[in-house]
């Protein structure tokens, strides 16, 4: 797993006045059925945002597809686009403080691993649920759609990094 601590640390041992890193894991599961599975579609994928400050001069990098074998690469990519940015003349700071809100219902630990014999249990259900209302019924499209989001958050002013999970 990426180390967002580490990142940190090694953006201020590079010389940033300030450093934040975000990371986000985005798993989409989708499948669409007749009567059974048609297509899946199941992706994971991993980004990064790292947004620093030298002196009064901002820059930000978007990875998509993060290596931990690159953090170095990206470091020096986020460097390079800071110093050639204007200096802002209104910038103060990071957020000192991040704020944290739990809103229960947005993540279901059941759905986090879905798997395609459970889909399928699924769709057979569903089938069969129409059939029982009408035998001459069929299901001529459906479908069915998950998202997992993990969100993790660190800057300069914060020991550890928080997350959340959607």
């Known amino acids: 797993m990426i180390d967002l601590v ?3 640390k090694k953006l201020e041992e590079r010389g940033v ?3 934040e890193v975000v990371l986000w894991r985005n798993r989409r599961f989708r499948v669409s059925f007749t009567e059974q ?3 899946l579609l199941d992706l994971d994928t991993l980004s ?3 947004r620093i400050v030298i002196e009064r001069r901002v820059g930000v990098l978007g990875i998509e597809d993060v290596s931990m074998d690159k953090i170095n690469e990206y470091i020096d ?3 390079s686009i800071t110093k050639t940015s ?3 003349p209104n910038w103060r700071h990071l957020n000192k403080k991040y704020g944290r809100i739990e809103v229960p219902g947005t993540y279901s630990r059941e ?3 879905v798997s395609y014999e459970k889909i399928s249990k699924i769709i057979k259900e569903i089938s069969q649920s129409v059939k029982e209302e009408d035998p001459n019924a069929y299901i001529s499209r459906g479908g069915l759609s ?3 989001i993990e969100f993790s958050y660190i800057n300069s002013y914060m020991s550890d990094s928080i997350s959340r999970k959607e």
């Open 6 to 8: 580490r990142i940190i």
């Open 77 to 79: 990519q986020a460097i």
């Open 111 to 113: 759905l986090e691993y």
């Open 86 to 88: 204007p200096e802002d």
């Open 37 to 39: 599975p048609n297509e």
């Open 17 to 19: 006045s300030e450093a």
């Open 48 to 50: 990064l945002g790292i």
């Open 146 to 148: 998950i998202n997992n």
